[in-house]
């Protein structure tokens, strides 16, 4: 079946390191989603990429949409303890309407 | 903003037994859903809710799950006879449209322990 995948599992960085996580699809998808979720924490929207090779930006926070619409990139400037979480990629279901996530890849910050 | 409400925060139940989880979504939400997070793992898709039925349920909701939206206001998910592997954080979602593209708004969810 459609899956989505995410690596790596666990990042740990110094406060001022920078981040970076990769997702990857199985089949293509007509866009993607990414999700904060902090610690005991429910996931919150961060942003939606729809067109190839698209990137967005929000602050420290650069996500970007493969060409190839089957994988995308979280990467974090400069991380803060602010930024400790973990996040995860959505796509699509091939039914539509549900969204399927990947593993996540969990942040932590070291002051 | 407005917040999708779930109760109750926290559910102990001994296995075998019959549980509600309960949410209330945000009002101009027409899309439902129910996913489910094992401890560390990833958020899974158990069911999708639109128009007073289920438009798609994975392969983890079996004949055990059911859901409802008695009142036009809650979505409930029901657990019939819970087992130990159903222990996890449920969460509540829902969008305002089928749309691909629609975020969802999550619930703070519902842990639930079974014993």
């Known amino acids: 079946g459609q899956q989505v995948m995410q690596i790596p599992q666990y990042q740990h960085v110094q406060e001022g390191e920078d981040f970076t996580t990769y997702c990857n699809s199985s089949?293509?998808?007509?866009?993607i989603q990414w999700y904060k979720q902090r610690p005991g924490g429910h996931p919150v929207f961060l942003i939606q990429?729809?067109?190839?090779?698209e990137v967005k930006k929000q602050k420290r926070l650069t996500f970007q949409f493969g060409e190839a619409k089957k994988n995308s990139s979280l990467h974090i400037t400069a991380t803060q303890t602010t930024d400790v979480g973990t996040y995860f990629c959505?796509?699509?279901?091939?039914?539509?309407?549900?969204?399927?996530f990947g593993q996540g890849t969990e942040l932590s910050v070291k002051p | 903003e407005p917040e999708v409400t779930q109760t109750p925060s926290h559910q102990v139940t001994q296995m075998g037994q019959e549980v509600i989880l309960r949410c209330v979504p945000i009002?101009?939400?027409?899309?439902f859903y129910w996913y489910r997070q094992i401890l560390g793992q990833k958020v899974e898709f158990l069911v999708s809710?639109?128009?007073?039925?289920?438009?798609?349920k994975s392969e983890i909701f079996d004949d055990q799950f059911s859901v409802e939206r008695p009142d036009g206001s809650n979505f409930t998910l029901k657990i019939r006879s819970t087992k130990l592997e159903d222990s996890a954080m449920y969460f509540c979602?829902?969008?305002?449209?089928?749309?691909?593209?629609?975020?969802?708004?999550f619930g703070s969810g519902t842990q639930l322990s079974v014993l």
């Open positions: 959505a796509g699509p279901g091939n039914q539509g309407g549900k969204l399927i």
């Open positions: 089949t293509t998808l007509s866009n």
């Open positions: 990429l729809v067109k190839s090779g």
């Open positions: 009002s101009n939400h027409l899309y």
């Open positions: 809710f639109y128009n007073n039925e289920i438009s798609e």
């Open positions: 979602a829902g969008g305002g449209t089928l749309a691909t593209n629609e975020k969802l708004f």
